[in-house]
C-alpha cells in the first residue's frame, strides 16, 4: 500500500512526502478513501496511529476542491476536547495544505485565550475551524459564527470530549448543524457514552478499527516501582539522575502537585515545569515548547494532558500518582514508544494504592513485576498511610466524585488489552519485590 494509490491528488502526496510519511498507516489506509467518497467514518484510533492525518489529508482535498464560504460560515468543523490538541490538529492541516494552488483559511478557536482575535478572524468565514466545544458555543453566542453551512463534521478523541463534561455542549452544537453533512467520528475507546454519540452522529458509517500491528504497536517497557508516598519526589529525583533519559512526563493528580514536585525538583537542579489546565495558553505552548527544545528537562503534568500531545521521542512516562483509570493509564503510557520508538512507562505503588494498581493491571489483562529500588525499598503498611480512602474510592484519598464513578464505568468498558508490548524489564534496574 501507498500514498498514491489512496486516491490523494498530487499536491497532498507532495506534503507526505515531505514530512517522509512513506507508507499510510492501517487508519489511514482505510479511512482516506472512504472519507474522499464522502462516507461517514467511525474509528477507533489510539493517539500515534497516524489519525490525524488519516481525517487531514483527505479533508483538505476535499476543502481546496470546494468555494469557500463567506459572511459567517465555515465548511468544515473539528472539535477536539483540549487547547494543545486544537493546535496540534490546525498545525498538521496546515502541513497537509502547504502545496495546495490556494491556499486554504484554517482557524483555531479555543478557550483561555481572548475571544476578540477569535471573532475578528472568523470575519469572512474559514474553510476550516478546529475548537474546542465551548470557546465554539461562545462564538456562536457572539454571533462571529454560524455552523449552518458546514459539510464535514470531525469529532476528535471523542471519549475525551464525554470525559472533560463536553456532552451538553457537543448536543448543541450537533442541533446547529446542517443535517444532510459527512460526519468522522474518532476515539481511542468506545465507552456506552462515545456509543451513543456516535449512533446519533453518523449515518450508516464505515467502522474502522485501528489494527494493533507489530511496527504500530510501540514498544513500551512498564515498569512499577514500590516506594512509601512521602519518598517519591526522592525516588523520582534518583531516577531522573541516575537515568540517561532526555526527557520525562511525569503525571501526579493535582494542580498543586505539579507545582510541588516542579519547585522540588527545580530547587536539586533539575530543569523541571508544571503544565496543568490553569495556566494561560502561553504558558502551556510554553512549557511544552521547552521540552521540545531541551530548556527543561521534566514536566509534571495532570491527566488534562494526557491524551493528543504530540511530543516526539518522549522517552519516559511516570505515573507519580497512579491514574484513575485503565484508561487512562492507557493514555497516560501512550505518550511515551511513540512512532515505534521504544519508550518507558513507570508507575510508583504504595501500600495504599497497590489495590488500586491490582484493578488496573486486572482491566488491562497485565501482570507486572514489581521492583524496589535500593535505598528506597517502602516500609509504610496500607494502614499507616495517609492515602487510603475509607470508601476505597479514588486515590486521593476522598469520596467517589461523580466523574470518578464515570470513569470506573468507562474502565470497565475496555475489554480489550492495552495496545502496547510488554517488554521485560531491563536487568540492573531493580529487584523484584518480595516473593
Ligand atoms: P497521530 O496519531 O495523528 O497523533 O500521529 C502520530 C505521529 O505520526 C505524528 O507525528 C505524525 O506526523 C506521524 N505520522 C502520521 N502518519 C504517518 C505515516 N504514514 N508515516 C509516518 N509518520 C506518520
Known amino acids: 500500500m501507498s500514498f498514491s494509490n489512496l486516491g490523494l491528488s498530487e499536491p497532498l502526496q507532495r506534503a507526505v512526502a515531505a514530512w517522509h510519511y512513506e507508507v499510510p498507516t492501517p487508519i489511514q489506509a482505510e479511512a ?47 472539535l477536539v476536547p483540549t487547547r494543545e ?11 497537509y495544505a502547504r502545496y495546495l494552488p490556494q491556499p486554504l483559511k484554517t482557524l483555531v478557536a479555543v478557550g483561555g485565550l481572548s475571544i476578540n482575535p477569535q471573532m475578528m478572524a472568523l470575519g469572512g468565514g474559514a474553510d476550516l475551524l478546529v475548537a474546542t466545544p465551548g470557546r465554539l458555543l461562545d462564538l456562536i453566542d457572539h454571533n462571529a459564527l454560524s455552523l449552518a453551512e458546514v459539510s464535514v463534521l470531525v469529532l476528535d478523541e ?15 452544537i450537533v442541533g446547529l448543524l446542517p443535517k444532510r453533512r459527512q460526519s468522522l467520528l474518532f476515539s481511542a475507546t468506545f465507552p456506552p457514552e462515545v456509543q451513543a454519540l456516535a449512533a446519533a452522529l453518523l449515518r450508516a458509517p464505515v467502522r474502522i478499527e485501528a489494527p494493533v500491528t507489530e511496527e504500530a504497536a510501540p514498544e ?11 519518598r517519591r519526589t526522592q525516588l523520582l529525583r534518583h531516577l531522573i539522575e541516575t537515568n540517561p533519559w532526555s526527557g520525562v512526563l511525569v503525571f501526579v493528580a493535582t494542580k498543586y502537585a505539579t507545582e510541588h514536585v516542579a519547585e ?10 508544571a503544565l496543568h489546565g490553569e495556566l494561560s495558553q502561553g504558558a502551556r505552548t510554553q512549557a511544552l515548547a521547552d521540552l521540545k527544545t531541551g530548556k ?16 516526539p521521542k518522549l522517552p519516559v512516562v511516570v505515573n507519580y500518582d497512579l491514574p484513575r483509570s485503565a484508561v487512562d493509564y492507557t493514555h497516560r503510557i501512550g505518550r511515551t514508544g511513540r512512532a515505534g520508538e521504544a519508550g518507558v ?9 497497590h489495590a488500586h494498581f491490582c484493578l488496573i493491571e486486572k482491566l488491562h489483562g497485565l501482570t507486572l513485576e514489581r ?65
Not at 221 to 227: F, S, T, Y
Not at 346 to 353: D, L, Q
Not at 376 to 403: Q, Y
Open 220 to 230: 513500551i517497557l512498564q515498569r512499577v516501582i514500590e516506594v512509601d508516598v512521602p
Open 85 to 95: 490538541l486544537a493546535t496540534q490538529v490546525v498545525e498538521a492541516v496546515r502541513r
Open 158 to 172: 471523542a471519549d475525551r470530549l464525554l470525559d472533560l463534561g463536553f456532552k451538553a455542549e457537543l448536543d448543541r
Open 32 to 78: 482516506i478513501p472512504v472519507i474522499l467518497k464522502g462516507g461517514d467514518v467511525w474509528a477507533s484510533a489510539q493517539t500515534g496511529s497516524g489519525k490525524t492525518a488519516a481525517f487531514a489529508l483527505p479533508l483538505v482535498q476535499k476543502l481546496a476542491a470546494a468555494r469557500r464560504p463567506d459572511g459567517r460560515f465555515v465548511s468544515a468543523l473539528i
Open 345 to 353: 512507562a513507570i508507575s510508583f505503588v504504595s501500600a495504599s494504592t
Open 296 to 311: 527543561v528537562k521534566v514536566l509534571i503534568a495532570t491527566d488534562l494532558v494526557a491524551r493528543g500531545i504530540d511530543i
Open 371 to 435: 521492583e524496589q529500588i535500593e535505598g528506597f525499598a517502602p516500609h509504610e503498611t496500607e494502614a499507616a498511610s495517609p492515602l487510603v480512602a475509607p470508601d476505597g474510592g479514588g486515590i486521593k484519598g476522598r469520596r467517589k466524585s461523580k466523574k470518578d464513578k464515570i470513569r470506573e464505568v468507562a474502565a470497565r468498558s475496555v475489554g480489550e488489552p492495552v495496545p502496547v508490548r510488554i517488554v521485560s524489564p531491563r536487568p540492573g534496574v531493580g529487584r523484584r519485590a518480595g516473593s
Open 264 to 273: 522540588k525538583l527545580g530547587r536539586a537542579g533539575i530543569a523541571a515545569a
